[in-house]
């Protein structure tokens, strides 16, 4: 059973940092993509960044592109995501996700692992 869990969430000012956590569990992740993924109040959730465990060639969404960047550790089975230079508009519940594949999908539908979310507030 793939488990995912995030951490790192928490309450930071326009232009702050943070680093969210996601720590997997269960299985042999060198065949896996993990991703994030975060969900606005009202909206949809949508694609953040995504980075496969063997080779490290991660992809971004544009709205993030050059602020966010995803990174694995291998010895852990984490994956993290810096964010800096935060803006109140990536104020989100955050998610990591895992899909078993190397291939990298945006399509949250893609995914079939899921954590259970951590919730970052940028304000103004």
């Known amino acids: 059973q793939v488990q995912l869990v995030e951490s790192g969430g928490g309450l930071v000012q326009a232009g702050g940092s943070l680093r969210l956590s996601c720590a997997a569990s269960g299985r042999t992740f060198n065949t896996y993509t993990m991703a994030w993924f975060r969900q606005a109040p009202g909206k949809e959730r949508e694609f953040v960044a995504a980075?496969?465990?063997?080779?490290?060639?991660?992809y971004y969404a544009d709205s993030v592109k050059g602020r966010f960047t995803i990174s694995r550790d291998n010895t852990k089975n984490t994956v993290y995501l810096q964010m800096n230079s935060l803006e109140p508009e990536d104020t989100a519940v955050y998610y990591c996700?895992?899909?078993?594949?190397?291939?990298?999908?945006?399509?949250?539908?893609?995914?079939?692992?899921w954590g259970q979310g951590t919730q970052v507030t940028v304000s103004p």
């Open positions: 980075i496969n465990w063997s080779v490290t060639i991660p």
């Open positions: 996700a895992a899909r078993a594949s190397l291939v990298i999908r945006t399509a949250q539908g893609e995914y079939g692992y």
